[in-house]
């Protein structure tokens, strides 16, 4: 699973006169497109799309995403802290 830590949102226009650049930058960060005042779009790679369809696939898992999500953009949960050694113990 690939972690985002970037956002970049721009409008319609300037996605659609810089495409390339654009999706190039998909691959590394998460890519907001803005149409209008009501519409916007979550550019991602193809290969990640099945991962995000299994991972909200169920209404159970998706609601704990969703809820995990928010706390983090509250800042009530800071994730967890450990050595890159320890990942592989």
Known sequence: MYI?????AISATEFRDKQKYYLDLAKRERL???RGRNEAFAVI?????DETEYL???AANA???RDAIANIEKGSD???AMNIEDIWK
Do not use: D, E, F, H
Not at 4 to 8: F, G, N
Not at 45 to 49: D, E, I, K, Q, Y
């Open 32 to 34: 907001i497109i803005q």
């Open 56 to 58: 909200l696939s169920g």
């Open 78 to 80: 800071k994730g967890v």
């Open 63 to 65: 609601q704990r995403l």
């Open 4 to 8: 985002y830590t970037i956002m970049k």
């Open 45 to 49: 790679p193809l290969a990640n799309l």
